[in-house]
């Protein structure tokens, strides 16, 4: 940085300059106080200031006393903090009157802010923009780094594109387009559903499975009503083949369904549904994110995980939830309807934020529906969800009153 500024324009020049000069070169100071308290109050060389590319001021003090200095050694002046004003009052009334300041000071603290820095932080803070430090993001795949089956390196990229590939698989209003079947009637097959899936012990993901073959199915063929238990049967049929070691028999599914359909009418209808969807079953259900959700908001609270697949299951039942909100939306809901409802605080964290990729304000509609669901659920005459999770082996979580924050009241459900 240039220093001419600083020079009488005699030195400027290359004349001699004047004894008395020099003196006054020495005693004055280059900053005074801006009401800021600011204070010189460490030194760092030329090397040093390039290098953190931090603005400087160059000295003129060994300059005026004749000194020659190497731009290597020329000593630069950095604006300290205010934390440091204090500091370098009292050191310098300790110092003489008109002596320079020949001593390196060191000073203990490695973060020095500039006088910019300063400036701007206090303009915020009088402006009223402060800032809440974010909590930290914990990362929910440390402890499964050595678990080959986790897949920790490609896991995050699966998400990804599980998220990108939900919409493909999503169903939308197709209740208008079938003249036999309607809402309440759908309500009851996949009450039903969910009941078989308990009696035959399945896994939860057979459970999803089933209902978003059934949806998509029904959004692409008209199907009678004497049908529409024919295609449950056949949509869990596949879901078994799918998902399960040890998939139920037809036979088994005769039996459930009372007789009602014989084992080449379910055989038929397996091929059917197959040709529609066009053999693509692996699709992202709400399962597949509810997993990985609930691991981010606990993973070792069980109470919170049941409450979670309670309200999911509660879901799968209503037509609206499903047609509204896709499978990420609706497992990330489950969660924060869960926290709220079993009183987890914070409701919803930054590492939940991080792995869903939903705030507070995307879930609180669907989370809303949700709970209305939970508190209806007692009084409704589908009550397959709310036998099962009055269980004690999931923590009778049907029980539990909903959430208050989240309660609508029954006369807008």
Same mark, same amino acid.
Not at 127 to 141: I, L, M, P, S, W
Not at 162 to 171: L, N, P, Q, T
Not at 173 to 197: C, F, T
């Given at each position: ?275 529609? +969807?066009?053999?693509? +079953? ?132």
């Amino acid at each position: 940085m240039a220093t001419g500024a600083y020079l009488p324009n005699e030195l400027q020049r290359g004349e001699n300059k004047p004894k008395n000069v020099a003196a006054e070169g020495r005693n004055r100071r280059v900053l005074q106080d801006i009401g800021n308290l600011v204070y010189v109050s460490k030194r760092i060389t030329r090397q040093e200031a390039d290098k953190n590319k931090k603005p400087s001021f160059a000295t003129t003090k060994i300059l005026a006393a004749g000194k020659t200095v190497h731009p290597e050694e020329r000593e630069v002046i950095i604006i300290s903090s205010d934390e440091e004003s204090e500091e370098g009052k009292e050191k310098e009334k300790e110092k003489e009157p008109g002596k320079a300041r020949n001593t390196r000071q060191h000073s203990a603290k490695k973060n020095v802010k500039t006088l910019s820095a300063i400036l701007s932080a206090r303009s915020k803070a009088a402006c009223g923009r402060t800032y809440k430090q974010k909590d930290h993001v914990v990362d929910v795949d440390a402890a499964d780094i050595d678990n080959e089956l986790a897949a920790v390196e490609y896991i995050d990229e699966l998400y990804k594109f599980y998220k990108f590939a939900e919409d493909d698989s999503r169903v939308h209003d197709y209740l208008g387009s079938q003249p036999d079947v309607n809402a309440k009637m759908r309500a009851i097959l996949v009450d039903w559903l969910i009941e078989v899936h308990r009696k035959f012990e399945l896994m939860p993901e057979t459970l999803h499975l089933t209902i978003n073959i059934v949806d998509r199915f029904l959004s692409m063929k008209v199907v009678s009503r004497k049908e529409l238990q024919l295609v449950g049967i056949s949509s869990m049929l596949l879901a078994c083949k799918y998902e399960e070691i040890w998939a139920p028999e037809v036979n088994d599914f005769v039996c459930i369904s009372d007789n009602a359909y014989k084992r080449e009418q379910i055989l038929v209808m397996e091929k059917t549904i197959l040709r529609k +969807l066009e053999w693509y +079953l692996t699709v992202p259900t709400p399962y597949v994110f509810l997993v990985r959700y609930i691991k981010a908001s606990s993973p070792t609270d069980k109470e919170m995980e049941n409450m979670a697949h309670f309200l999911a299951e509660l879901s799968l039942i209503h037509y609206a939830t499903v047609m509204l909100y896709s499978p990420s939306v609706v497992a990330a809901s489950a969660v924060y309807a869960a926290r709220c409802t079993l009183d987890r605080s914070p409701f919803w964290t930054e590492t939940l934020k991080h792995y869903t990729g939903f705030s507070e304000d995307q879930l609180r509609e669907c989370a809303k529906l949700m709970v209305s669901f939970h508190s209806l659920a007692g009084e409704s005459k589908l009550k397959a969800v709310y036998k099962k999770f009055c269980n004690p082996d999931r923590c009778a979580v049907a029980l539990l009153p909903p959430a208050r924050s989240l309660l609508i009241p029954h006369e807008q459900i």
